[in-house]
């Protein structure tokens, strides 16, 4: 167990619909990533936070966003859900924001977009 | 621009038989990042082991070894004796001191089957 949870576990949904999908970090941990795998594309960066404030940008498509909240827990938002989305995307996070940080992972949210 | 490649994409061995995952890397910085994850047939990634370019020194611990060698971009890890509960996709990565941010690039992932 990483100490990275993320919810819901499991999610379908349709095309067009939005989904929200939660993490809340390891103890004393500031940044928050999240990574999406596909069987297409591997397992692609999205986003990083650190302590609330966006730190890093990968291949985020705009119709996703992301954010982190004041308790350092962190959200992320999918939008207009194509069958293309349908893919586990992680959560991680890491005691700070610097590279060579040690990134834990959750054991993901898998989303299946019909 | 960072790259990860883990040319072998399927391997197959026999419980008991060693087997070594490849990773080659590319990169323009001096201070990089090697990491090696896990992710079992439950599908959560399992950190396994963080290495820093200036320490080229060899690490085990128990069954598992990782061999990196700065002059070959190589950052390889083998798995003595395999078991059953070895059979994983396994994750090389990287991460450039020079990026904004900790971000990590996967290579491909090698799955590994270990049976009886």
């Known amino acids: 167990d990483s100490g990275v949870t993320q919810t819901p576990k499991h999610l379908i949904t349709a095309t067009g619909q939005r989904v929200t999908l939660r993490c809340s970090p390891r103890?004393?941990?500031?940044?928050v990533y999240w990574y999406q795998q596909s069987l297409d594309q591997g397992l692609q960066f999205l986003i990083q936070?650190?302590?609330?404030?966006?730190?890093a940008k990968g291949n985020i498509l705009e119709r996703f966003s992301a954010q982190q909240f004041p308790d350092l827990h962190s959200e992320l938002n999918l939008s207009s859900l194509e069958l293309g989305d349908s893919a586990l995307y992680f959560c991680?996070?890491?005691?700070?924001?610097?590279?060579?940080?040690?990134?834990?992972f959750g054991e993901g949210s898998w989303l299946t977009v019909v | 621009a960072q790259k990860v490649t883990q040319a072998q994409t399927e391997i197959s061995v026999v419980e008991k038989e060693d087997v070594t995952l490849d990773c080659v890397y590319e990169?323009?910085?001096?201070?990089?990042?090697l990491f090696w994850y896990k992710q079992p047939p439950s599908g959560e990634l399992v950190f396994l082991i963080r290495?820093?370019?200036?320490?080229?020194q060899n690490e085990i611990s128990g069954r598992y070894s990782w061999n990196f060698q700065k002059s070959t971009s190589s950052f390889n890890f083998t798995i003595t004796a395999s078991q059953v509960v070895d059979s994983a996709v396994y994750f090389c990565?990287?991460?450039?001191?020079?990026?904004?941010?900790?971000?990590?690039?996967f290579g491909g992932g090698t799955r590994l089957m270990v049976k009886p």
């Open positions: 991680a996070s890491s005691r700070t924001q610097s590279s060579g940080n040690t990134i834990y």
């Open positions: 103890s004393g941990d500031l940044s």
């Open positions: 936070y650190y302590n609330g404030e966006e730190r």
């Open positions: 990169t323009r910085d001096t201070t990089y990042y």
């Open positions: 290495r820093n370019s200036f320490d080229e």
């Open positions: 990565a990287l991460s450039e001191a020079g990026n904004a941010g900790n971000m990590l690039t």
